[in-house]
Every structure is written in structure tokens, then in C-alpha cells.
T-cell receptor, first 115, second 114 residues
Framework: GAGVSQSPRYKVAKRGQDVALRCDPI?????LFWYQQALGQGPEFLTY????????KSGLPSDRFFAERPEGSVSTLKIQRTQQEDSAVYLC?????????????FGPGTRLTVT | AQSVTQLGSHVSVSEGALVLLRCNYS??????LFWYVQYPNQGLQLLLK??????LVKGINGFEAEFKKSETSFHLTKPSAHMSDAAEYFC????????????FGGGTRVLVKP
């Protein structure tokens, strides 16, 4: 079956614009994660959903970041009033559930450039 | 809190030589440990994982890693490098928090010389 898909793959935004990044997880995967990967660094956790419930958003860097997964499938990460420091690759991952050791499957990411 | 340190942001190896990527972790509970590979403009692909079974873990593409609790290490090795191994490698740890969120190291970029 299809893997995790993300759209758009590339996004250029002017500073102050709002952006929305979409993630389509693997069908049937309960858990969904968003990570932020700055240039030359490892991914950093942003937020976690179990079905439609957002159980952890401790990694969101500011209140300009908002994520949702209203029907427990597709998720959207929204960034309001983008700043240059928001430039990064945003990775989405999904897994079967929350049992320790379940593999997370990653999408190709959305590269956001804020000018 | 947990953390991961990868020694060496860049590693250069000759084709056919041993690949050794170092990873040290800290975790307040018995960890699960992972190695991922990332090719340019692609997402992360799981190479292998340690989940408290055998301490020597074999993964895809000929890679393996050994969990050493006394050294808090999980180093990745491959006996003979291939040109296709050129990529960035990330070590990650999970302790079960937040649905098993991953904490990643900074990554090691591997260059393979012919």
C-alpha cells in the first residue's frame, strides 16, 4: 500500500503569511507525529495524535503553530504569521499504535522556506 | 528527559571499508533505540531497532548495531561500505512518552569514496 504522503513538497512563504501543511498517514495507523528538521540538524518532535486526539503538543515552538486531525486520518499543521526561523523541513510520521517499539513510517517532508 | 549524541557530523569512508557510526544516549528508563537513514529529499527509513531483546541487532542493507547498557551506546556498523550507503544517518531513542515520540541525534553524514 501507499506510504505516508505530504503536500506540498515545497512551500515558499513571505514573512507574515499563514501556511498549511498536509499529511496523509498510512491507512489504519492510529498514531501520527509531526517533527521539525532544521537545516543540518536532526528532527525534533512537535506534536502527537492518537486518532483525532492531540495528546501531546509540548514541542510546538509557539502559539503560531497549530495542528489538527479532525477525523483521525489526515492531519494539517498550520503556521500563522510565518517567521524566518520557521524555515525547515516538516516531517510527518505514522505508526500502528502506541505500543513501545512500533515503527514510525515517515513521509518525504515539506520544505518550508520563509523569505 | 532523554537525549542522543552522535559523535562526528561527517564521516568519510572508502568503498569496501568498515562503516562505524557512534551513538550515545541518556534515558531515565530502559530505552528503545533506532537507527534511521535519510537520502536527499526523502523521508527517514528505519534501518534497525533495539527493543530489549537481543543486544546485537541486524538491520537492512547489511547494517547492524550493538546495545551496550554499561556504555549507554548503540553504535552502527557495516563491514563493507557501498557507494549506495552515502546518506545521512540518525540515531533515535524512545522511552514510551507521547505515544513513543522519538528523540533524535544531530545526524552523521556518510561520504563513500570510490
Amino acid at each position: 500500500g501507499a506510504g505516508v504522503s505530504q503536500s506540498p513538497r515545497y512551500k515558499v512563504a513571505k514573512r507574515g503569511q499563514d501556511v498549511a501543511l498536509r499529511c496523509d498517514p498510512i491507512s489504519g495507523h492510529v498514531s501520527l507525529f509531526w517533527y521539525q528538521q532544521a537545516l543540518g540538524q536532526g528532527p525534533e518532535f512537535l506534536t502527537y495524535f492518537q486518532n483525532e486526539a492531540q495528546l501531546d503538543k509540548s514541542g510546538l515552538p509557539s502559539d503560531r503553530f497549530f495542528a489538527e486531525r479532525p477525523e483521525g486520518s489526515v492531519s494539517t499543521l498550520k503556521i500563522q504569521r510565518t517567521q524566518q526561523e520557521d524555515s525547515a523541513v516538516y516531517l510527518c510520521a505514522s505508526s500502528l499504535g502506541q505500543r513501545l517499539g512500533y515503527e514510525q513510517y515517515f513521509g518525504p517532508g515539506t520544505r518550508l522556506t520563509v523569505t | 528527559a532523554q537525549s542522543v549524541t552522535q559523535l562526528g557530523s561527517h564521516v568519510s569512508v572508502s568503498e569496501g571499508a568498515l562503516v562505524l557510526l557512534r551513538c550515545n544516549y541518556s534515558s531515565s528508563v530502559p530505552p528503545y533505540l533506532f537507527w534511521y537513514v535519510q537520502y536527499p529529499n526523502q523521508g527517514l527509513q528505519l534501518l534497525l531497532k533495539y527493543t530489549s531483546a537481543a543486544t546485537l541487532v541486524k538491520g537492512i542493507n547489511g547494517f547492524e548495531a550493538e546495545f551496550k547498557k554499561s556504555e549507554t551506546s548503540f553504535h552502527l556498523t557495516k563491514p563493507s561500505a557501498h557507494m549506495s550507503d552515502a546518506a545521512e544517518y540518525f540515531c533515535a531513542v524512545s522511552d514510551g512518552a507521547a505515544g513513543n515520540k522519538l528523540t533524535f541525534g544531530g545526524g552523521t553524514r556518510v561520504l563513500v569514496k570510490p
